[in-house]
């Protein structure tokens, strides 16, 4: 059965709610494992090369396919190409189980972020398809708080199964296979394609023109992204502090439950303002937070600040996706978020690799570059807002 789009007077659509968990289960069983990898594979007889080569080479192959899949969707459909990443993450991604070297992590890490690559555009495109731009903030918090709340509890599940059962990280990794097939029954049985939505050619929304506010918005997101490395510098930040390293993992708890939290509460200010207020918003609480990391030398002070990346995340992220959709040509949504997110994928390893070289400096050199870098993507988000008419898309 389908489930039509709603009205802003409703609650979230079916759909949406469904991927929602999708998002949940996924995240979940991922954080499960990425905490553990590093000092697994130093057990197989790694180098931190090796470690920092599982992140980069995921990340590109990722970035590379969420176009091509994006532009796809708006041809043949949303729902065939997310429950395909879902699958092809679902499958393999257990198999971390089974390898026996550094280059068998990588080649399964990378696989399983193929599979997220092939998903991130269609699924926030069909999200887009669902809901009206009146309710959009909200679905994208959604979305996103379910993700962050599937991320904070993914590493507590692995923490205690360890302690249960000391050494046997790889029957862990086995065991990720059930939250997989979970999602994929999920959204087997309640994602569907809206009933009502116009087709384009992949080729045309592989390479469209692109107006003048989506050009700004993709050149102000790969500014941001450049400053937003990894979360794992603030945990870095944590324990040069001073936080027990036994403790550390709490901080990343912490900080997902943050980004879950605002999501939830911050998704519907992008519906009742504007999602360009909201995104630059975000943006200025991130550079305020990784400037205050930056000045702060005591760990109770530093704390409250990583709290805060979380909540600009939170309010950042369904802004972004609801900008993206609002500027989107129609029926090109899944072109228009697959190069949203080929952008932020790419920068994604120029960023950690200045975070690297900037914490070799000193560690607050990439707090300051971080703030630098989210004052600049804010000035760049204020142009859009005073010199760019609404798109025709969002009338």
Known sequence: MTHPPQSSADSLPHTIRALGWTSFLTDLSSEAIYPLLPAFVRGLGGTSVDIGLIDGIATAVAAV?????????????????????????????????????????????????????????????LVADFVEPAIRGRAFGHIRAMDHAGAALGPLVAMLFLLAFP??????????????????????????????????????????????????????????????????????????????????????????????????????????????????????????????????????????????????????????????????PAGGQGGSFGWYTLVQGLMALPAGLLAGWLWQQGPAGPSWSFAATALLATAACGLLVVTVQESPAEV
């Open 65 to 125: 396919v969420r176009l091509p899949s994006g532009a796809l969707s708006d041809w043949i459909g949303r729902r065939p190409l997310v429950l395909c990443g879902y699958a092809i993450s679902a499958v393999i991604r257990p198999l971390m189980g089974l390898v026996a070297s550094p280059l068998g992590v990588i080649l399964v890490r990378t696989a399983d972020r193929f599979g997220k690559g092939i998903r991130s555009g269609p699924r926030d495109a």
């Open 167 to 328: 050494g046997r990280e790889r029957l862990l990794f086995l065991l990720a296979v059930l939250p997989g097939l979970v999602t994929l029954a999920v959204i087997w049985r309640n994602v569907r394609d809206a009933p009502t939505r116009p087709t384009v050619a992949a080729a045309t929304s592989l390479a469209p023109r692109l107006s003048r506010p989506q050009s700004l918005l993709l050149g102000s997101v790969g500014l941001w992204s450049l400053g937003a490395a990894s979360e794992q510098f603030l945990l870095l930040r944590a324990a040069e502090l001073g936080v027990p390293a036994a403790l550390v993992p709490l901080v990343w708890l912490v900080v997902s439950l943050a980004k879950s939290g605002s999501a939830t509460l911050c998704g519907g200010l992008a519906d009742r303002w504007h999602p360009r207020l909201v995104l630059a918003a975000g943006w200025l609480v991130f550079a305020a937070a990784y400037g205050g990391l930056a000045l702060t030398s005591k760990v109770w002070l530093a704390v409250p600040f990583m709290l805060l990346v979380g909540v600009a995340y939170g309010l950042a992220e369904p802004a972004e996706r609801s900008l993206v959709s609002r500027l989107a």
